[in-house]
């Protein structure tokens, strides 16, 4: 059985939360990886500073327009995953959560626009009966195709989606192979955006450069965002040496 709570000193690492000024944090709901993401309360109030105690974050919840991938939520502990968008429509703001060099999750600020779309990455296909195939992704959203669509075989493990919230419709399919750009969101090389400059179908790692020097990394570490530039904004370092945090400089 799940715990209710969380202590602060045992959060996960990935979590940029402040640990010894209270003993406990709210625990997201369970349904995503709870190191690559957070509870809607924690956001408003550790990571955006929108509220300063449960009570006002509930409130806020309750009362005003919160939105999580184009959809209301009321519940404080609705886990926010890697990806996800926050929305504000009174106040016209709009977050995505990202995870920086350091290997701590951030709310990047978006456009309106941006905020209408969402990545997400494939990790199995499996065949129902009638002739249907569904494709589970890594934020835990499902995909109906029938076996001979013609978009669907051009699908593949590890592969990304980009499509509309709360809408659902396929926007782009993005293949994982040779010269895709890659968002790296696990591992040693953590906040990169880099090239894939090599990848065997039958090994699970691909190989890329970073700062001129070649490096490997597992396939799952990966997530496909586009070919030569992000078809999402992503505030994280490319290539440059530097101590990006992964926030974006002050104007």
């Not at 006002?56 to 939520?73: A, D």
């Not at 440059?240 to 992964?246: C, E, F, L, S, T």
């Amino acid at each position: 059985m799940a715990k209710n709570h969380i202590k602060r000193v045992n959060a996960p690492k990935r979590w940029d939360v402040l640990r010894k000024n209270k003993t406990f944090i709210t625990r997201p709901n369970p349904g995503r990886d709870i190191s690559l993401s957070i509870s809607l309360n924690s956001a408003l109030k550790e990571m955006l500073g929108k509220a300063k105690t449960t009570k006002e974050s509930k409130f806020m919840i309750k009362t005003q327009e919160v939105l999580v991938n184009g959809k209301r939520r009321f519940d404080e502990k609705f886990p926010v995953g890697f990806l996800d968008v926050i929305s504000f429509p009174s106040i016209k703001e709009h977050y995505r959560l990202l995870v920086n060099q350091k290997d701590k999750l951030f709310l990047d600020k978006i456009s309106e626009e941006e905020s209408k779309v969402k990545l997400s990455k494939v990790i199995n296909l499996v065949h129902l009966p009638r002739g249907i195939v569904q494709l589970n992704c890594s934020d835990g959203k499902n995909f109906l195709f029938k076996k001979d669509d013609p978009l669907l075989k051009q699908i593949k493990r590890n592969d990304s989606l980009l499509y509309s919230i709360p809408g659902n419709q396929i926007k782009k399919h993005l293949k994982m192979e040779k010269g895709a750009l890659v968002y790296l969101y696990k591992g040693k090389h953590v906040g990169n955006l880099v090239k894939i400059d090599d990848l065997d179908p039958a090994e699970p790692n691909i190989v890329f450069k970073l700062d001129d020097d070649v490096f490997e990394t597992r396939r799952i570490y990966a997530f496909v965002v586009g070919q030569d530039k992000p078809v999402i904004s992503l505030s994280i370092r490319q290539s440059a040496p530097g101590n990006n945090d992964g926030r974006k400089p002050n104007p």
